[in-house]
């Protein structure tokens, strides 16, 4: 067990995504180009490609194959990154920077960083609903409506976007903690469980199996936006490719905020514990995602 | 034929897509209902359901039944309105008034105003991917699979997203007359279309008709537009709920500004006429679709 790679393991699965993303997604000629070129050129940032990597190993973990959840993997960090774009605007939290590039707004201008975010949400939802796309049409069609419908409870108001809106109500208002844990639920957790839930259907999953990897999700999703937090008090910016200080500076509501940085690591340990007992009755095939939960409490970026 | 009436046919349909549109995105009493009731701030500001109307007529031209188009037809105005709210931000076209109402960002802030928009488009999709809802349950999951794969064309970058690209790099550029006609194709037509499209599927056509009805949705969009254009420079402002001029004073290359305004009329007549034409071999289940065809040539708003 010790002896997973998963560095070996997380270069190769990000290097498939990138792979597929160009050929899903890829730049147009036409004179909507911009649009296509500022999508792509956030999409292409140097993402860690969390979402998709744990929506293939998902998939696999009872049997399925990688290449049948692409199309919906590559959906959801096309999601994640049109959350980003709208996320990083001057209205919102106002970023010049992300992974060590001007954000999106700062190469393409308001306008089109706009419409880029809004382009990626839109093809996103594309890539699951051509049937011509990837292994698509050898998939019950049932199956790929139940992941369009897992993603939009996952990206709207039940979930990311719901999560933004009690966070930016959150930087002018106290909120409690289990408010700031709630809002992160849904932020961040509700398309890392929905990458799961996604990949687990279908790699052919049954409910039991499905809860199963959505409480793994969950904790992950937890430990995962803690140890983004904690990065931002104490994070190397040249690791981070951003300041950190940020949350502070913008009286955003974190973990370390509320609990002190020595409450919110045990916190992160615990969900990280969590999520890795979640997965006990799965056999080795879920080495990948436990090896994932705990690489969170090392995490450097 | 001419004893239609096209005026108590809108009321009805237009009362009857309100009331299917409060049912399918109530509002929300979660932490996160700002978005939600900014998002129905506008969903529910006028809008004469166009979109939807047409959808539900294209359902009923081959017997088929509005009600099984509801929610594609809901997903359609939604999809609109978000376009609406943010095509109308600063960053954008910068409107303040839009149906006589004070615009999204003008009531709720930009930062609200831009996830309602996201929360629009989200959940338009979700309408047509959620198998509880409405008559969903009883169509084959493919017909709804392309039903959202028309949806992502239509409002993408290769439709309305690519349309209004083109259109914001005219405010500062030349565009010759086949270009804007293209832009406008985009821009609205396509979305238009996509409202034909997805009716006629849901109803039952055959490909061969279902091309009449895009063909017929081509037309009516360019007229649509013309006459949308032509409203701005000789349209009064009291019946429009909006300033006229607005196009002239930010160098938007319209039909008017190119071809002047008898041209432009004309252009308006023959896409009406040409959008009639295309639906020649129905019988008067397509009377509906005849008569928005030759209001366009009349409409004041």
């Known amino acids: ?22 050929v899903f997604f ?3 000629s036409g004179l909507e180009k911009t649009v296509v070129e500022a999508a792509r050129y956030s999409l292409f940032a140097g993402g ?4 998709p ?6 998939a696999e973990v009872m049997g399925g194959t990688a290449d049948d959840a692409m199309p919906a993997a590559c959906a959801l960090e096309m999601i994640h990154t049109y959350s980003l774009i709208h996320d990083d605007l001057p209205a919102m939290d106002n970023d010049d920077f992300r992974r060590g590039k001007p954000t999106n707004h700062k190469v393409y201008g308001e306008a089109v960083a706009i419409l880029a975010g809004d382009t990626l949400l839109t093809e996103g939802f594309g890539l699951v609903a051509d049937p011509n796309l990837g292994n698509n049409g050898n998939l019950p069609p049932e199956k790929r409506l139940q992941v369009i419908h897992i993603l939009v409870k996952a990206a709207g108001y039940r979930g990311m976007i719901g999560g ?5 109500e959150g930087e002018t208002r106290e909120m409690d903690f289990p408010t700031v844990k709630y809002m992160h639920i849904r932020k961040t957790g509700a398309l890392i469980s929905a990458s799961l839930e996604i990949g687990g259907l279908l790699g ?14 969950k904790h992950l999703g937890l430990a995962f936006q ?18 950190p200080g940020s949350d502070v500076a913008r009286n955003k509501k974190t973990y370390p905020a509320l609990l002190g940085i020595t409450l919110s690591r045990e916190a992160a340990k615990e969900h990280v514990n969590q999520a890795v007992e979640a997965l006990r009755t799965f056999d080795r095939r879920a080495e990948p995602l436990r090896a994932i939960a705990r690489y969170l409490l090392e995490r450097k970026s």
Not at 48 to 51: E, G, N, V
Not at 164 to 168: A, G, N, S, T
């Open 1 to 22: 067990m010790e002896s997973f790679d998963l560095e070996g393991y997380l270069a190769e699965r990000r290097e498939r995504v990138d792979r597929a993303l160009d």
């Open 204 to 217: 052919g999953c049954e409910a039991t199996d499905l809860q199963r990897l959505v409480r793994y999700g």
């Open 48 to 51: 860690k490609r969390l979402r």
């Open 26 to 28: 890829p730049a147009s």
């Open 226 to 243: 803690i140890t983004d937090d904690l990065l931002d008090v104490e994070g190397d910016a040249v690791l981070m490719g951003k300041t």
């Open 53 to 58: 990597i744990l929506c293939l190993a998902a």
């Open 164 to 168: 933004q809106v009690i966070d930016l």
